[in-house]
């Protein structure tokens, strides 16, 4: 009987989800030949705002997460050959569950030439997965593990592949042993069991990774408080926007309304 085996070395056996989606990201100016966008099952694609960090490794930028939002990681590659993609939430690899360090022995999914996928869980076997879900910190998949380094932060390694055959030691990182209470921040829950078929394929990575990209999720308040969106003074959205209350269509009445009609 054939096992699935997480392997430490260069040579591993990956993921490649069977059924790809079409979708393409508007509004945020990306890099690379891989895109990478955060869809929520009610908002659609989050708009992103820049997080404007001086560093020209990685693309790092904001979202809004919505307490008990589902929502789905989208991976767009548009370069002419195939390339493996570590995903990472909240620190941990979403394949593995393991602590990520976004290289290349870890477990990745693969994409082919100009393949968009869409992942939307943690992996629990070949054809299923949990559900991702905006939660709080005390909720999330990470803080269960005790491991609160990496909060609110989906990260994305992309590998791409080498055609000679490498073997090496991989190296073993140590797991922080000390628990960091961060109340209020953000988190990723274990949600609802979903069927999600997958295909194991063979890839080889190179050692280090071409493009990074770090996409932050925090509470609205907390962006508003940083600047990094511009909100209005009272903290809400425009009274035009969506999300207004309703009352079955009709106009409620003031709130110190107390007069009763008589018919």
Not at 11 to 34: E, I, K, N, T
């Amino acid at each position: 009987m054939r096992t699935m085996k997480y392997f430490q070395g260069i040579v591993a056996l990956v993921f490649a989800l069977m059924l790809p989606v079409q979708s393409s990201a508007r509004g945020y100016q990306q890099r690379g030949d891989v895109e990478v966008d955060i869809i929520s099952d009610r908002r659609g694609t989050l708009q992103r705002f820049d997080a404007l960090s001086g560093r020209g490794d990685a693309e790092r930028s904001y979202v809004i997460a919505r307490n008990a939002e589902r929502y789905r990681i989208r991976v767009s590659n548009r370069s002419n050959e195939r390339v493996g993609v570590v995903l990472a939430v909240d620190g941990r690899n979403i394949i593995s569950g393991r602590k990520s360090y976004l290289q290349s022995q870890e477990r990745m999914y693969i994409l082919g030439p100009h393949e968009t996928q869409e992942y939307g869980g943690w992996r629990t076997g070949r054809n299923q997965t949990n559900r991702f879900y905006f939660t709080g910190m005390s909720d999330s998949y990470s803080a269960a593990w005790g491991d609160t380094t990496a909060m609110g932060v989906v990260a994305v390694a992309v590998f791409r592949e080498q055609h000679q055959q490498m073997y090496g030691k991989g190296k073993r990182n140590k797991n922080s042993a000390k628990f960091q209470a961060k109340r209020g921040q953000p988190g990723t829950g274990f949600g609802e069991n979903e069927w999600s078929p997958a295909r194991e394929v063979h890839f080889v990575a190179q050692k280090h990774p071409v493009e990074k990209k770090f996409i932050k999720y925090e509470w609205r308040s907390t962006l508003c408080r940083r600047g990094i969106m511009q909100c209005s003074p009272d903290g809400d959205q425009n009274r035009f926007w969506p999300h207004a209350r309703r009352n079955n269509g009709y106009a409620p009445p003031p709130p110190s309304w107390s007069f009763q009609l008589n018919f």
